[in-house]
């Protein structure tokens, strides 16, 4: 079964920078898009940046401009460079892959995920 591994989490400081990586087990055909969400303690998963095999990127508004996504969908791999890290960034983020046509598929269509990687920022 494949598995996405997510790697590149960990503790930083306010403003800092951190770079999350995920990587696919073994090969994922026909993956259109693949995505990073977070979910912090208490608060629903949310979508943070999504990327299609097209280039087509999708932000947060809350990282737009902070956040930027990008991998080869080939590979099954995908980065999210953080940068101007906050403390409301502090979240498990986790990787996800869809095989939908749609661009920007909704939550239910990713359908594989990774375990997640642990993020704390501190001020």
């Known amino acids: 079964q494949v598995q996405l591994v997510e790697s590149g989490g960990g503790l930083v400081q306010a403003g800092g920078s951190l770079k999350l990586s995920c990587v696919a087990s073994?090969?994922?055909?026909?993956?259109?898009?693949m995505a990073w969400y977070r979910q912090a303690p208490g608060k629903q998963r949310e979508l943070v940046a999504s990327?299609?095999?097209?280039?087509?990127?999708n932000y947060a508004t809350s990282v737009r401009g902070r956040f930027t996504i990008s991998g080869v969908l080939t590979k099954g791999t995908v980065y999210l460079q953080m940068n101007s890290l906050k403390p409301e960034d502090t979240a498990n983020y986790y990787c996800?892959?869809?095989?939908?046509?749609?661009?920007?598929?909704?939550?239910?269509?990713?359908?594989?995920w990774g375990q997640g990687t642990q993020v704390t920022v501190f001020s």
């Open positions: 073994e090969n994922i055909f026909g993956v259109n898009v």
């Open positions: 996800a892959a869809s095989r939908d046509i749609a661009v920007f598929p909704t939550e239910s269509e990713y359908v594989y």
């Open positions: 990327v299609a095999a097209g280039g087509s990127t």
